[in-house]
């Protein structure tokens, strides 16, 4: 059942999302960047975001050409309440479970 929920949450965004950044692409030139955020750190995580998004994004004719997975979480850590993690995809990128669907972190 989660999953058919994130599977509809993510292609609702790309539904949404793509054809406002393909046009954007297609008339000025752009570099099209989409930024999703993983706020669910009870049921989600990188991995599962990313084989949901990654089949969703290469089966469409407009993906933007970066996307990046904001993951915010809620802490009492060293930094205050708040910490981030940025995942950025790659569509040309393999899918694979045991390296995170290789995700790049960046901090």
């Keep these: 059942m989660q999953r058919l929920l994130r599977t509809d949450r993510i292609r609702r965004a790309c539904d949404k999302k793509f054809p406002k950044l393909a046009v954007w692409k297609r008339m000025h030139g752009a570099r099209t960047i989409l930024v999703l955020e993983d706020n669910d750190v009870q049921l989600n995580n990188q991995v599962v975001v990313t084989e949901t998004y990654l089949p969703?994004?290469?089966?469409?004719?407009?993906?933007p050409d970066e996307t990046y997975l904001l993951a915010t979480a809620w802490t009492l850590g060293r930094r205050?309440?708040?910490?981030?993690?940025?995942?950025?995809?790659s569509t040309s990128w393999r899918t694979n479970t045991s390296h995170g669907g290789k995700l790049m972190a960046m901090r």
């Design 56 to 63: 969703l994004s290469r089966a469409r004719p407009d993906p």
């Design 80 to 89: 205050g309440p708040f910490s981030s993690t940025i995942y950025r995809y």
